[in-house]
């Protein structure tokens, strides 16, 4: 079998005691001071317990991840191990009856969003890309149709003639130079549109 563990010493290593659950109410929220952790006191039900537990988040990483505080006097589900009541983290808010589902859940659908009164924030440093999948034929709104479009008009607008009262074509606008100016730069050169969010169709 090699140089592998044997079936006795993988027991020992995973008789490390039993995992806890419980259910709690939290009561406070305190967040480190280098925003490191979340710390909840909770008072575990119905034994009347008061125990502080770090909250665990959907997805983490190096300044990212999925974030949103749970609330005074939410329900949570804590878990902690054998012997290390000290080391408790909340693992999940339970709903309640006030936690009405989205109307689009019903039918299968993913619905992000935030509290009443909060606003939800989707952050990148390099860039947010709102798709329909369709690998390699992506169109984005604002370069393919608004852009394009905008561009064209100011195009005619510059150049626009028309038949004055004595019958002839008249000048170009006065203010053909703005249409050209506004054409060149922010529109054909892209710079009206965001670098960070790109919304498809």
Not at 63 to 71: K, T, W
Not at 148 to 160: E, Q
Not at 180 to 194: F, Q
Request: charged content about 25%.
């Amino acid at each position: 079998m090699g140089s592998g563990l044997n079936l006795s010493e993988l027991a020992e290593i995973f008789d490390d005691g039993k995992l806890h659950l419980a259910v709690a109410k939290i009561e406070q929220l305190e967040v480190a001071a280098d925003r490191s952790v979340l710390r909840c006191m909770t008072r575990i039900l119905p034994d009347d317990i008061r125990m502080v537990a770090s909250m665990s988040w959907e997805a983490v990483g190096p300044n990212a991840g999925i974030f949103q505080f749970p609330s005074v006097n939410d329900l949570v589900i804590i878990g902690y191990l054998d012997g290390h009541e000290n080391d408790a983290f909340v693992l999940k808010r339970l709903t309640s009856k006030e936690d009405n589902i989205p109307i689009q859940a019903l039918a299968g659908h993913l619905v992000l969003k935030a509290l009443a009164g909060k606003k939800n924030f989707v952050n990148s440093d390099t860039e947010i890309n709102l798709t329909r999948e369709n690998p390699g034929n992506e169109r984005l709104v604002l370069g393919d149709t608004f852009k394009t479009a905008y561009s064209t008009h100011l195009d005619t607008d510059a150049k626009h003639k028309h038949i004055g009262n004595l019958g002839y074509y008249t000048d170009i606008p006065d203010l053909a130079a703005d249409y050209e100016a506004i054409k060149a730069s922010p529109v054909d050169d892209a710079l009206m549109l965001s670098d960070l969010s790109k919304t498809e169709k």
